[in-house]
């Protein structure tokens, strides 16, 4: 059952230009490339995270952790405020939802009366045909946030799509048609886990939609005396998307979408009688007390939020493009060089985490005496690459001893001021396993 046409008012107005806005976002982002890199794509089987310019890998999950905890920072913060203006305004399930309930209506012939009273058969069939098509789109664009579209596009041109791409699409798609088109505002008043601890983020002073039972009640028709400003028209709950009747009081299920404000300022204007019955308002303000906005949980959940945006921006600027390891090659301990010197080999793993190739130089800092020999140095790593190399560090026979500190320096071309300096050790014979080959040469 879909809730009666939503009455055009203030909030209607608003939320529906609010709604374009948010699905102007979620379809455009997928198809943004910023120097041939994507704003933002979860790639899971590259395991790369493109967030905003910043290529996240998984060695650097707390990024990821930091960006989680100033989200949920912020949604504290703006319920402690105002209530759920998420669920209402900007999560992409009432979005989507208020748009496939929009299309239904206008295919289905629904009129200000409301909802024929018999629905044509082939305008049912033409509204899922619709409901279908739209979910096809949108998880198009889902999938865009973790599969390049443009990729996926072109594997669909050329035929290439049978397997799992095109799975995963019609399963989206299902789910888009299912959730969107039938399960609705279902999923916010039954399923929904932020709807369950909203209440212990609430106050009395939090804004939220709120009837004001002083004056509307005792409820009745306009003609009988003596009676509240609320007529029981019964408008606010038939256009609530959850079904619920506000003059009841706040309710787990209300999302704050204030389709129930509009329908009954309508109705107030209608009967002359002074708008806002049901506004948004805080409990407090309802008892005739003061609203403070700035409470000690705002002020918390504002300091947290800010220290966490904060901590973000400072970890972004400390870090280092340059992820490497060094390893020591185990499978020979050392090995004796034509010459009589000791060689050791080392493994260098290097990844680069920005959108732009390095060059990095590579040095010896210790041992002083020893020899660093590198088949390529300096070394070029592209944009988001790895780059594994072998180099070799030689030594006098007798110089350097056994377990000795070996110190690489990596160095960027092009900005010299931040060396990277690895720890490895150096393994050479004992002396007398080196006078032992003296006398048998
Ligand atoms: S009670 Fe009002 S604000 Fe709450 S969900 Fe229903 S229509 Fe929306
Ligand atoms: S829309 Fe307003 S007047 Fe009508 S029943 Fe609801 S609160 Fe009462």
């Not at 505002?185 to 209440?199: D, E, M, N």
Request: proline content about 5%; hydrophobic content about 50%.
């Amino acid at each position: 059952m879909l809730a009666a046409r939503p009455v055009q008012g203030f909030f209607r107005s608003l939320r529906t230009r609010a709604n374009w806005i948010l699905i102007a976002i979620l379809f455009v982002v997928p198809w943004v490339r910023i120097a041939g890199e994507p704003l933002i794509l979860l790639d899971i089987p590259q395991r790369q995270f493109h967030v905003f310019g910043m290529v996240i890998f998984p060695q650097e999950l707390f990024f990821l952790w930091l960006i989680l905890v100033a989200l949920a920072l912020a949604l504290f913060f703006f319920t402690a405020l105002a209530g759920r203006v998420w669920c209402g305004w900007a999560c992409p399930q009432t979005v989507f939802s208020d748009v496939y309930a929009g299309v239904a209506r206008r295919i289905q012939g629904w009129t200000r009366a409301g909802a024929p009273r018999r629905v044509a058969r082939w305008r049912s069939v033409a509204t899922h045909a619709a409901w279908i098509a739209m979910s096809a789109v949108v998880a198009l664009h889902v999938i865009g946030y973790f599969h390049s579209v443009y990729d996926f596009l072109g594997a669909l041109a050329t035929r290439h799509w049978a397997g799992a791409s095109a799975a995963f699409w019609i399963a989206v798609t299902a789910v888009c048609y299912l959730d969107f088109g039938l399960v609705r505002q279902t999923w916010c008043k039954y399923l929904c886990p932020y709807a369950r601890f909203q209440s212990v983020l609430l106050d009395p002073e939090s804004l939220v939609v709120a009837y004001d039972a002083g004056r509307g009640e005792p409820r009745g028709k306009r003609a009988a005396r003596h009676k509240g400003d609320c007529v029981d028209c019964g408008l606010c709950v038939a256009v609530c998307p959850t079904g619920i009747d506000i003059r009841k009081g706040l309710q787990l299920e209300c999302i704050s979408c204030t389709q129930c404000i509009d329908a009954c300022n309508g109705v107030m204007a209608r009967v002359g009688r002074v708008p806002n019955l049901i506004a948004y308002r805080s409990l407090a303000a309802l008892e005739g007390r003061r609203t403070r906005l700035l409470r000690p949980r705002v002020v918390v959940y504002g300091v947290l939020l800010i220290a966490s945006c904060i901590a973000f921006a400072a970890t972004v600027a400390q870090r280092n493009p340059l992820s490497l390891e060094v390893e020591r090659n185990r499978t020979a301990l050392y090995q004796r060089m034509p010459d009589g010197r000791i060689g050791n080999s080392y493994t260098l793993h290097l990844q680069n985490r920005d959108r732009r190739q390095h060059v990095y130089r590579i040095r010896l800092e210790a041992p002083a005496s020893a020899q660093l020999v590198a088949g390529v140095n300096p070394l070029l790593i592209p944009a988001t690459g790895t780059v594994t190399a072998s180099v070799f560090v030689i030594a006098e026979a007798g110089d350097v001893e056994s377990g000795a500190p070996v110190r690489f320096v990596f160095e960027d071309l092009e900005n010299l001021d931040r060396p990277i300096v690895r720890e490895s050790t150096f393994v050479a014979p004992a002396h007398d396993e080196d006078e032992e080959e003296v006398h048998a040469g």
